[in-house]
């Protein structure tokens, strides 16, 4: 089964390439820099390399079971690589944003037709909050509403911040505040409803709304009409949600916007250690009877469960588990695949 790994010099093409390996799938590291691949290569000691500059291309033409997206800016890479893939070949990437992951997602009509999977959002933030709300809406009616949280706690490797990254973080705050009312995206106010969550483990953490994937895969996996997710990576701090809205609005100017990331994206990060020892994926459930349920994903640093996620996603869908179709990682396999890539499920009683 061979899986193709676009970006596979980057920090999570690196990650994902060792646990395919380690999970008995065989891993091609893809890029556009001979140079940087054979040192990734060299480094995590594998030995398939490709290099390319159309990468669409390339993929229609010698066909890999499954290709793995992290080279970013999904909103315009996602559908011409996942398109090359058809028909029969699979895709999955790490988005999470409202533009990109409804985009791929409706391709889910062409996906069947050609006996593809497309899965989006496979990292922890999507999968974190999504597998929850599955297990705790499995077998009950359509509730009313839906909160979800991911609280992720990552240690940060140093180096500059990245191209990549720069621009899925201006991207979400171009986005605005957004939630599900009545069925409908709804806007919102940008790091509305702060909150500092008791975790399980005697720990705290602050979250805020985001317009992230967390959101959309939310209201996927229960149909609620009424749906509000946040983010442990929003700024909670006052100053900050008071400028925010600014800064937003000003980045949807494109000159801005490329400044904005080209200078994020050299800015160097200290090797710093993980900020709490475990990262959460968390939903609060309500049924228009006032019934409501809890429940928590445990999970270590969320880059490794992200790495995993995709890796165990990726390989499953080379055995042909995935069924035809675009969906986000659990919709596609499963809510167990939370655990799989290294999750542990906390049920809690709301009183
Ligand atoms: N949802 C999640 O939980 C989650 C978690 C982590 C990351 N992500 C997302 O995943 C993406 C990758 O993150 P990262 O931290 O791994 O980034 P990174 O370290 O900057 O790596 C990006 C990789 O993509 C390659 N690349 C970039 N643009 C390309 C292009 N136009 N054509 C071909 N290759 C290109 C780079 O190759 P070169 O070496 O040639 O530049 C590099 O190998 C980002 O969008 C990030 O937001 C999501």
């Given at each position: ?262 200078r994020m994206a050299a800015i160097e990060g200290k090797p ?80």
């Amino acid at each position: 089964m061979t899986i193709w790994i676009l970006g596979a010099t980057g920090r999570t093409g690196r990650e994902i390439a060792t646990r395919v390996a380690a999970r008995g799938g065989a891993p091609v590291l893809v890029g556009r820099n001979a140079d940087r691949l054979r040192k990734t290569a060299a480094d995590l000691g594998l030995d398939d390399v490709l290099v390319t500059d159309d990468l669409p291309g390339e993929i229609a033409r010698r066909r890999p079971t499954v290709v793995v997206n992290t080279i970013g800016g999904y909103a315009d890479t996602a559908v011409p690589i996942a398109r090359a893939c058809l028909p029969g070949g699979h895709y999955v990437d790490l988005a999470n944003d409202l533009v990109a992951m409804p985009r791929l997602l409706a391709l889910h009509d062409e996906a069947v037709a050609a006996g593809s999977t497309f899965v989006t959002g496979a990292g922890f933030g999507v999968l974190g909050v999504e597998s929850v709300v599955a297990h705790l809406c499995a077998d009950r009616p359509t509730p009313s509403h839906v909160r979800v949280d991911a609280l992720p706690s990552v240690a940060i490797e140093g180096g500059p911040l990245g191209e990549a990254l720069a621009r899925s973080i201006v991207s979400g705050l171009t986005t605005g505040g957004l939630v599900f009312e009545n069925g409908q995206l709804t806007k919102a106010r940008l790091a509305a409803d702060p909150r500092e969550h008791a975790l399980p483990d005697g720990q705290t953490a602050k979250s805020a709304g985001a317009p992230t994937g967390e959101l959309l895969a939310a209201q996927l996996s229960s149909g609620a009409p009424s749906v509000v997710s946040t983010s442990g990576l929003m700024p909670t701090a006052p100053i900050v949600r008071v400028v925010l809205p600014a800064v937003g609005a000003l980045l949807k100017i494109p000159a801005v916007r490329r400044f904005a990331v080209r200078r994020m994206a050299a800015i160097e990060g200290k090797p710093t250690p993980r900020p709490r020892e475990h990262s959460w994926g968390h939903a609060i459930v309500t049924w228009s009877d006032g019934t409501t349920l809890e429940e928590w994903l445990r999970a270590g640093d969320a880059m490794e469960f992200t790495a995993s996620a995709v890796a165990e996603t990726a390989v499953r869908l080379a055995r042909g588990e995935g069924q035809a179709g675009a969906y986000t990682p659990a919709r596609a396999l499963g809510a167990e695949l939370a655990e799989a890539a290294g999750g542990t499920f906390l049920t809690s009683t709301w009183e």
